[in-house]
């Protein structure tokens, strides 16, 4: 392939081409976490910083990436599919609950897995933005997938009787602005609060924007069962 350097093949080490391979990308990626994620973040590193962070050669940070932004670009899919698996992990369990009890624990779900390491909330919510029309558009790409997420549940919750039924997209759309907008501001400082009072206030106005109203007292919520 045009611009890519193609690796050495055979065996090395006791370890297969691919293998060795593997290993590279991996180095290279946990550098980039480390780099774009902290300090000093992806527009004041340089690829010379990523491999020296990653303890390999330039020639082979080519054989993987042809530019540091193909770096940040797999890495921001990785954060985002760390969020998702942690959302539809736990789907099976809650599809039969009401929906205060299974929005509130996809909800919690959701930000547990989005935020559970730092660096992956600076890669998803501030390092891409602004990098590039592709990046926008990965950006972009992967909130239509939680805004269809968003429809899809709120289609079924509909068909239950549990909330009015109607079009969703407008809300979900509006939701996860709110969600990017507020996770943004809150990791470069912008709002003080906890992780706690973010995740409760943009649970709030979901379960608001579904017209889904709180258990009555003395429910006890099913993530607590």
Known sequence: MAGRI??????????SASE?????????????????????????????????????????????????????????LHVNDVAERSVLDILPQVRHLEPYDRYTRLFRAYAAGATTDPRHIRIAFVEVIGVSPRLDR??????????????????????????PDRDYRVTAAAFIGAVNGLMHDWAVGWVDATLDQITDEL???????????????????AEMR
């Open 6 to 15: 193609t690796p050495a093949a055979g065996r090395y080490g006791g370890r």
């Open 138 to 163: 990965q950006r972009l790409n992967r909130r239509a997938r939680w805004i269809d997420f968003l429809c899809a549940q709120a289609r079924d919750a509909a068909e239950r009787g549990h909330i």
């Open 20 to 76: 060795r391979q593997a290993e590279r990308r991996a180095r290279f990626l946990r550098a980039g976490l480390d780099l774009f994620g902290a300090e000093p973040g992806y527009r004041a590193t340089r690829i010379a910083d990523v491999c020296r962070a990653a303890e390999l050669s330039t020639r082979q940070f080519y054989e993987e990436f042809r530019t540091l932004e193909d770096l940040l670009a797999e890495l921001h």
């Open 203 to 221: 649970l709030s106005m979901l379960l608001d924007r579904l017209h889904i109203t709180p258990p009555p007292p003395g429910h006890r919520c």
